[in-house]
């Protein structure tokens, strides 16, 4: 989950229906795959969405818990980093942070 997303600093689906924490996941190699699983979830009823998150996570934990943990927000133009990706602050938007790759 996006730092962005998770501190509702833009709108959209999760400030709106603040849903703010990471109980699944998958990873796929191309993003063809992945639209292509998410539709397919998508279909599915609420009773076998729930089991398939707790083969992975029983006791539904946030488990993107401890991957942004910033205290106050860093300088313009000073960069965060979380293993290989980095948190540039944005110049005159005070709060925001722009994900970069790192190398």
């Not at 998770?6 to 699944?24: A, E, I, P, S």
């Not at 106050?72 to 709060?95: D, Y």
Request: aromatic share 12%; with cysteine.
């Amino acid at each position: 989950m996006c730092f962005n997303n998770k501190n509702d600093l833009v709108d959209g689906f999760t400030k709106k229906y603040k849903c703010h924490r990471l109980v699944y996941y998958e990873s796929f190699a191309y993003i063809g795959e992945t639209i292509a699983r998410e539709k397919e979830i998508k279909a599915w009823r609420r009773e076998k969405k729930n089991a398939l998150i707790e083969t992975m996570n029983p006791q539904w934990r946030d488990l993107s818990e401890g991957w942004y943990e910033v205290r106050g927000f860093a300088r313009e133009g000073s960069v965060i980093q979380k293993g290989n990706t980095r948190f540039l602050r944005i110049p005159g938007k005070p709060g925001c942070l722009e994900m970069t790759e790192g190398e």
